[in-house]
């Protein structure tokens, strides 16, 4: 008999699994895209004279742990704040990038696709972590690295 059918599991990962998966991703791309391990506590810009500027502020820096937020260095003109606009942490020892908190607005809704409402808190965290997957492919597809970071 095969081996496969004698130990019936599934092929496809959990919800959970796919969920850790993602945040790994997540620290991966931003790790390879601008380095902020390596960075100093501060703000830096990201600037490719396509008048979207790109704000990184290294907030906090923990032994395992590394708080920044990314953002467009634009005021959403509906809510009057940074948008769009994540804050991650970076946990260093399991190479995984969460988001606490995003804002999106309407312009990187259409660059990106919308997402949809999440129904529970684990939907909210995909959700979130679907975005910053989303938006890290699209910085870097529009040239943002860490060779265009400039502290300020």
Do not use: K
């Not at 790994?24 to 004279?49: C, I, K, M, T, V």
């Not at 937020?69 to 940074?82: C, I, Q």
């Amino acid at each position: 008999m095969c081996a496969v059918l004698d130990h019936p599991t599934s092929l496809l990962p959990s919800r959970f699994s796919w969920l850790m998966g993602l945040y790994s991703e997540n620290y991966h791309r931003l790790a390879r895209l601008f380095a902020p391990q390596a960075l100093a506590l501060g703000r830096y810009r990201s600037s490719l004279d396509d008048g979207l500027d790109l704000r990184v502020d290294v907030l906090e820096r923990h032994r395992y742990t590394l708080d920044l937020r990314l953002s467009y260095e634009f005021v959403d003109a509906d809510t009057g704040e940074a948008a769009p606009s994540a804050q991650l942490r970076m946990y260093h020892d399991a190479h995984m990038a969460e988001v606490l908190d995003y804002r999106a607005d309407r312009r990187l809704i259409r660059a990106i696709g919308p997402l949809p409402p999440a129904r529970d808190v684990f939907q909210r965290r995909v959700r979130m972590s679907s975005f910053l997957n989303r938006w890290l492919e699209y910085l870097a597809e529009q040239g943002h690295s860490i060779g265009t970071l400039e502290p300020g």
